[in-house]
């Protein structure tokens, strides 16, 4: 049997917990949920650090719009669209090929 509507919390919004969460949190012996999905979610982003933020720039190759997840004024790489990162990845290796220092004694 569906919840009824419950109101979040935090943003006032209206949301229906699904019969399987609710056997889970019945099962687990834990309350229903008072915030929103989406405000749930930015609680759990939060707790990761910093909030995160997306920005728009364009591939410094083919000049492309593209969205970002670091500030392009903060960076020193060139930013490159999946095609031309993928493109240049093709062409250059990652593997680190320079020779491990010597343990000096």
Same mark, same amino acid.
């Given at each position: 049997? @569906? ?7 935090? =943003? $006032?919004? *209206?949301?229906? /917990?699904?019969? !399987? +969460? +609710? ?9 229903? @949920?008072? +915030? =929103? @999905?989406? %405000? ?22 083919? $000049?492309? +719009?593209?969205? /970002?997840? #670091? %500030? @392009?004024?903060? /960076? *020193?790489?060139?930013? &490159? =669209?999946?095609?031309? #990162? %993928?493109?240049? &990845?093709?062409?250059?290796?990652? /593997?680190?090929?320079?020779? &491990?220092? !010597?343990? !000096?004694?």
């Amino acid at each position: 049997m @569906p919840t009824e509507a419950i109101t979040c919390a935090k =943003c $006032g919004k *209206q949301f229906k /917990v699904i019969e !399987q +969460e +609710e056997k889970f949190l019945r099962d687990k012996n834990l309350p229903l @949920p008072t +915030e =929103c @999905p989406t %405000d749930r979610q930015i609680r759990r982003l939060m707790l990761r650090g910093n909030e995160r933020a997306l920005y728009k720039t364009k591939c410094q190759e083919c $000049g492309k +719009e593209i969205i /970002v997840s #670091y %500030d @392009p004024s903060k /960076v *020193q790489n060139k930013i &490159l =669209c999946k095609e031309d #990162y %993928d493109k240049w &990845l093709s062409e250059n290796s990652t /593997v680190i090929t320079d020779p &491990l220092p !010597q343990e !000096q004694k």
